[in-house]
């Protein structure tokens, strides 16, 4: 089986790569630009119509797939090639990787990408009217969007208190998948300093070698990343 990601620097997509890296999975690497198109732009949009980060082509038995989806790529490769870290044995642990490995992008990012989209709303609204759309960005995070927020950061909060891994005492995919959107929060939400948990949590993982590599690798940069999440605060 031959792998090729379609990775796009400091996106989403940077934890699909940690997770081949994690592995030690041999695979072929296209680093992507948007604006302007690279060639690895070109390539991607013959292989999937949609273009979306990550998309990881698979190819055996002389048929390819491309696969977008952070999560489902996270799935296939655990299913499939049976080398993922998933969890511990106990059904405890097996319940909470279940959960986690969901939460990140089907509760914890879709309320980070929101901030984001107000945000976006803001800067493109005419200066005339801009004031009215900040309003409404503002009444949105603070009657929802910042406890909501908070509350996600609290659960993980408590539940590193007692745990070193989301998934128990082990390292797993729930973990990779989780990383991105609290890493998010570690970056700009101007009260993470309450969640020492979280803190060590996201330091642990940095500490891991594949990790490190993985952000050489797709030319990741923390100084784009946090540009980029302090406008949603």
């Not at 302007?36 to 797939?65: E, R, V, W, Y």
């Not at 020492?196 to 952000?215: D, G, N, T, V």
Request: charged share 15%; hydrophobic share 45%.
């Amino acid at each position: 089986m031959k792998l090729t990601l379609y990775h796009l620097a400091t996106s989403r997509s940077q934890r699909i790569l940690w997770l081949l890296e994690e592995f030690q999975l041999n695979y072929d690497l296209v680093i992507c630009r948007q604006n302007p198109p690279n060639a690895g732009m070109q390539q991607l949009k013959q292989h999937s119509a949609s273009a979306k980060f990550p998309t990881l082509l698979i190819q055996a038995d002389q048929q390819q797939f491309a696969l977008s989806e952070s999560s489902a790529i996270a799935e296939f490769l655990q299913q499939h090639l049976h080398k993922a870290p998933a969890a511990d044995s106990a059904l405890e642990q097996q319940l909470q990787f279940s959960f986690w490995k969901n939460f990140a992008d089907a509760s914890f990012m879709p309320n980070l990408a929101l901030k984001q989209i107000f945000a976006h709303i803001v800067q493109r609204t005419p200066l005339p009217l801009r004031p009215v759309s900040w309003c409404f960005k503002q009444g949105f995070s603070l009657g929802y969007l910042n406890q909501a927020i908070a509350a996600q950061l609290d659960s993980i909060e408590q539940h590193l208190s007692r745990h070193a891994w989301l998934a128990g005492n082990s390292f797993s995919i729930a973990d990779i998948l989780v990383w991105f959107p609290l890493q998010a929060c570690a970056a700009a939400h101007p009260e993470f300093m309450r969640y020492p948990h979280c803190r060590h949590y996201l330091a642990q993982i940095e500490s891991r070698p594949a990790f490190q590599q993985a952000l050489r690798k797709g030319q990741w940069s923390d100084a784009q990343f946090k540009q980029y999440w302090a406008k949603a605060w």
